[in-house]
């Protein structure tokens, strides 16, 4: 057995023990040592540590996966308290530091060079991260790795691949919820295009497998486990998903870890959690929360009978919408009524009626599911939130979209609930003069306020109905917004379908907190806009375009990639072979799989065009055909081609296909977000970010702050808008604020650059909030902006006054960094902050 150098060195025998200096006596004080395991080139590193005895606060063994300590953290012994490592290559680098205090007995750790590429392994730790073999370099061919997440019966896991690089026809991961791949399947990547998921259960299993020819980068994962939220307390005799607290959990194996505390005795009729939703139905009364289809995202159960009712306060109304919905269209469905039971009037009948959003005219709205004794699906997920309903205080004689103020509502029985208290005696309208607006639109064009950008007239009420060719849809994007700050007021609705009296696919006014993009379902979409008769503002504009179903092309962007997705049974129609298919840059070619063609590339690559349009920056490509010059007859048409745009915001992506009669002129809009990331930095250089995690800092101490754009663009802007701290993740709960509008809002924030490049940074002096632990974490709201674009948030700056107003060029994301935590706080003089 061969011995390590006492501080560090290169480790080629293929085995052998090292240790911290001077071990088995204490370590001296402000060592850094560095041992590299360099095994040869068909063989991985096995490192376990057999002993460890470190300062908790201050001294650390970091391992990393490759030949130094710019590849992947592999984990931290003390913290992580995980003592064995695999490499996956033939390298592994260890570091060990210490500062200039305390010192103790240190470490002593056993490696063995072993056969093969290393992959999968259990992992027990609360968190962690795992990478595909030899990441970031390829992956080998013919991999077959199996990773295990197990926790405590308690707890679920949370996985999130943050990185993803995988041959798309044929190199695989496929995610299973239990301990094995038996287990339901959950995800396979990458043609599934998800990149997180939950158990229900305390595992997760990970498998990895490649084929004989091409690889690529691979992958990198990162999990947490949490605990488990279902509980029996108030469920007894209901099926959670997760688990069961009904009594024949007994049987199947799957009770709820407190089933026996609550539910041993009687496990009937269940009561409702009205936060959450009731696992099978129930009074649903916060202002706000979500329900699911009995053991989501699971298969329902046969023969279910569901029924959930939304109760609001007098004032209210029900806003519904189903974010989910995965039904045996046969037999199994949601009904939806417009009251406190089944017994009121039918609003709709899922999934036939294809219609996902739900507005009530009063303060209840109930939802019957039922599924017969055959066949289940994943079933639902729906969302609610309660509004202040609309009121006649100054607008006797007008109709809402729910109720009226007209003296005609008590014929129709639609009057508004303070109809009565202010418009019994007198219900004519008062005699304005209303602006000329709105109209008839066909295929593609553009839709705004009167007078717009100018201030828009009171009493204004605007109809624009925009249809589309026969068996298409249509996509609106709303690119500037501001009107009064009053939601009753003056607002702008969008319904989906030839008139108002359709389905409400959603509201704009003064507090929407970004711009929206709406796709119909059919091939009418009608837009109202309204004012009352007080102040006027900018008002809107918005630009839609006919489409094909999102269902037969689309567009994904992120701040590094396009993805172009074209259904295989739409070129078919048209005669067209996907291998002729090309972009801007004929040499990016598209792959495909039984159903779907699709081009994946960077977004700056490929001969995609970068400009800036109505305030959005817009990326665009095109997809053509390579015209056959052969034979005698063809079924193509005579020419193809997809526009492909990309507008870059927050919202999700959405696509649009426009085409005509025979020639095939295509356009493909989407619109997508950019990445943003935070860190720690060393000091006010910010060369060298953080990677310690947690952050361990003295009170008082100067921490710098980088927020920026994944990737590098001199053509944007970056401003911090504001910036909180919490000693959680519940930045509402309790939090103490360092920039608000811009401004250093704590008298400790220095702002170093804001708005005018594609970072931001700042920094401010550390401290501890009182009466709880000492974590600290930060959330910043970000803007980011053309660079070009001279009015925009960016370029104001800090801005003392805080206006509510959106428009062209707000892209905003939140994005979150921590903790930090005290290093000696004991010690360390306290200073307090009051949130």
Same mark, same amino acid.
């Given at each position: 057995?061969t011995?390590a ?8 025998n ?22 590299? /395991? ?34 992947? *953290?592999?984990?931290?012994?003390? =913290?992580d ?17 210490? +500062? ?43 991999? %077959? ?5 197990l ?33 339901? *399947?959950? #995800? ?13 259960? %305390?595992? /997760? ?12 980068? #691979? ?13 029996? &307390? ?77 109760l609001? @306060? ?26 406190? @039971?089944?017994?009121y ?6 999934? =036939? ?35 202040? &309903?609309? @009121? ?46 709105g ?11 009167? +007078? ?20 298409q ?42 711009l ?11 837009? *109202? ?61 598209? @792959? ?30 095109h ?75 003295r ?54 650059? %804001? ?12 401290f ?24 925009s948030r960016?370029?104001?700056?800090c ?33 307090e902050?009051?949130?």
């Open positions: 057995m011995v150098p006492p501080c560090g060195g290169d480790l080629t293929p085995s052998g023990e090292f240790f911290s200096p001077q071990y088995p006596n204490n370590y001296p004080n402000n060592a850094y040592c560095t041992w590299r /395991l360099l095994a040869s080139e068909n063989r991985t590193v096995n490192v376990t540590f057999t002993f460890v005895d470190l300062e908790a606060c201050c001294d650390f063994i970091s391992v990393y996966d490759g030949p130094s300590d710019t590849y992947p *953290l592999l984990g931290r012994p003390a =913290q308290q995980r003592y064995h490592f695999n490499s996956t290559r033939n390298s592994l680098t260890v570091v060990f530091s210490s +500062d200039n205090s305390v010192a103790v007995q240190g470490f002593r750790a056993q490696w063995v060079f072993s056969v093969g590429a290393s992959c999968g392994e259990d992992l027990t730790n609360p968190r962690g991260e795992f990478f595909s073999p030899q990441y970031p370099n390829n992956y080998p061919n013919d991999a %077959n790795c199996t990773w295990r997440l926790t405590s019966r308690t707890q679920v896991v949370n996985l999130t691949f943050t990185f993803v690089d995988l041959e798309a026809c044929c190199d695989s991961i496929r995610v299973y919820d239990g301990p094995d791949d038996t287990y339901p *399947l959950l #995800g396979d990547l990458p043609q599934d295009q998800r990149n997180n998921f939950n158990s229900t259960r %305390n595992s /997760l299993t990970i498998v990895f497998s490649t084929d004989q020819t091409i690889t690529g980068q #691979g992958f990198r994962a990162q999990w947490v486990f949490s605990e488990l939220a279902a509980s029996c &307390r108030w469920n007894c005799g209901s099926n959670l998903g997760r688990c069961s607290c009904a009594s024949s959990c007994q049987d199947y194996g799957n009770c709820c870890h407190d089933y026996f505390d609550f539910c041993q005795v009687t496990a009937t009729t269940p009561t409702v959690n009205p936060t959450v939703g009731g696992p099978c139905g129930g009074d649903l009364t916060n202002s706000s929360g979500e329900f699911f289809s009995p053991q989501y995202p699971n298969n329902y159960p046969n023969n279910a009978y569901c029924t959930w009712t939304l609001a @306060s007098e004032t209210q109304v029900v806003n519904l919408t189903f974010t989910f919905v995965d039904l045996e269209e046969c037999c199994d469905s949601i009904r939806v009524y417009d009251g406190p @039971s089944a017994t009037p039918l609003l709709a009948h899922l999934p =036939q009626d294809q219609r996902f959003h739900f507005s009530s005219p009063r303060n209840y709205l109930t939802v019957v599911f039922s599924s017969d004794h055959r066949g289940s699906r994943r079933g639902f997920r729906a969302q609610w939130v309660f509004s202040e &309903r609309p @009121s006649c205080r100054g607008n006797c004689g007008y109709s809402f979209i729910p109720c009226s103020c007209t003296s005609s509502c008590q014929y129709y029985g639609n009057c508004c609930h303070d109809y009565y208290t202010y418009c019994q005696a007198t219900t004519e309208p008062p005699t304005v003069t209303r602006p000329t607006c109209g008839y639109y066909f295929d593609s064009g553009s839709i705004s306020s009167p +007078d717009y950008p100018n201030d828009y007239p009171n009493y204004a009420e605007c109809v624009w109905q925009i249809s589309a060719p026969a068996g849809t249509i996509f609106l994007s709303f690119v500037d917004l501001e009107v009064q700050h009053c939601c009753d007021c003056d607002y702008v609705n969008v319904y989906d379908g030839s008139s108002t009296a359709s389905s409400l696919l959603g509201k704009l006014c003064y507090n929407a907190t970004t929206q993009d709406f796709h119909s379902s059919s091939s009418y979409m009608t837009v *109202l806009f309204r004012s009352d008769g007080s102040e006027g503002a900018r008002g809107f504009l918005g630009f839609f375009s006919s489409s094909l179903p999102e269902n037969t092309a689309r567009v994904v962007c992120s701040s590094e990639n396009m993805t172009i997705v074209i259904q295989r049974s739409y070129l078919d129609s048209l005669g067209i072979g996907w291998q002729n298919l090309y972009v801007d840059d004929h040499r990016c070619r598209p @792959s495909a799989n039984r159903y779907e063609v699709s081009f994946n590339f960077p977004i700056d690559m490929c001969g995609t065009n970068k400009t800036t349009k109505n305030g959005r920056v817009v990326y665009s490509n997809v053509q055909v390579a015209q056959s010059k052969s034979g005698e007859i063809t079924r193509q048409v005579e020419e193809f081609l997809l526009s492909v745009n990309c507008h870059k915001g927050q919202d999700t992506t959405v696509g649009t296909v426009c085409k005509t009669e025979v020639t095939i002129n295509s356009t493909i809009s989407g619109t997508g977000h950019f990445n943003t990331s935070m860190a720690f930095y060393h000091s006010r250089s910010f060369s060298y970010p953080i990677l310690e995690f947690p952050y361990k800092v009170l008082d101490q100067y921490l710098y702050v980088q927020v920026q754009l994944s990737k590098a663009d001199n053509t944007l802007n970056l401003l911090v808008d504001s910036c909180v701290a919490s000693p959680n993740h519940d930045f509402k709960a309790r939090s103490y604020t360092l920039i608000q509008n811009g401004c250093a809002k704590d008298n400790t924030v220095h702002i170093y650059t %804001n708005g005018r490049q594609y970072y931001a940074q700042f920094r401010f002096r550390a501890k909030f009182l009466r709880t632990h000492s974590y600290v974490f930060l959330q910043c709201r970000v803007v980011v902006c053309a660079d070009n674009d001279f009015n960016c370029r104001q700056g801005r003392m006054r805080n206006r509510r107003s959106l428009d062209s060029s707000h892209h905003t994301e939140t994005v979150t960094l921590g903790p930090i935590t005290l290093k000696g706080a004991d010690s360390a003089i306290k200073l902050k009051e949130d």
